[in-house]
């Protein structure tokens, strides 16, 4: 058999494999630059006049901080939100939220519909706080502890196993 002839064998085991690896990777554990490392500086200005917007001193008060990254066009942020909800009735945690790239009017319409369960909700109308947090996408979470360390980041939306196995027992570690 000639060599030519193996090369497409040879180039559709590569690309098996490597297939073969993607699908076996979990997307909600992307490694991030930032965890073990203090929450980038920034400050955001409220979605409205009835909320209030936040900046990293609000993320290093001595309490663990949940900080979700939304857009009221992200469906799979509508998905996450009963889980985001039921962890701010739970108590023992702050919640702040980045409304990206949305139109300040939409992102109150979304929280008026489903429920806010944010302690303040930062516009970033340009998606520039999002970069300085690596986000690439929408909805992602991250988990900051009392002294403004991200020590965790949640890509996609949180499911309540994510929220039961993973984010509440890291925020009681951690003193929430």
Request: charged share 20%; with cysteine; net charge negative.
């Amino acid at each position: 058999m000639k060599l030519k002839h193996l090369v497409p064998l040879l180039v559709f085991l590569a690309i098996a494999i490597a297939l073969g690896i993607g699908l076996g990777l979990k997307p909600s554990e992307v490694p991030s630059r930032l965890v073990g490392r203090a929450a980038p500086e920034f400050t955001l200005p409220p979605i409205d006049d009835a909320t209030r917007g936040f900046s990293t001193a609000d993320l290093a008060k001595g309490k663990v901080t949940v900080l979700n990254v939304f857009a009221s066009w992200c469906a799979p942020c509508r998905v996450e939100h009963p889980q985001l909800m039921a962890l701010a009735e739970r108590g023992g945690v702050q919640m702040f939220a980045i409304a990206y790239k949305d139109k300040p009017e939409a992102s109150r319409a979304f929280l008026d519909r489903l429920g806010n369960p944010f302690e303040a909700v930062g516009a970033d109308l340009n998606g520039r706080v999002a970069i300085e947090w690596g986000v690439y996408g929408v909805p992602e979470t991250f988990i900051i502890d009392g002294d403004g360390k991200v020590v965790h980041r949640h890509v996609g939306a949180v499911m309540e196993h994510d929220l039961n196995e993973v984010l509440i027992p890291l925020i009681e570690r951690l003193g929430g």
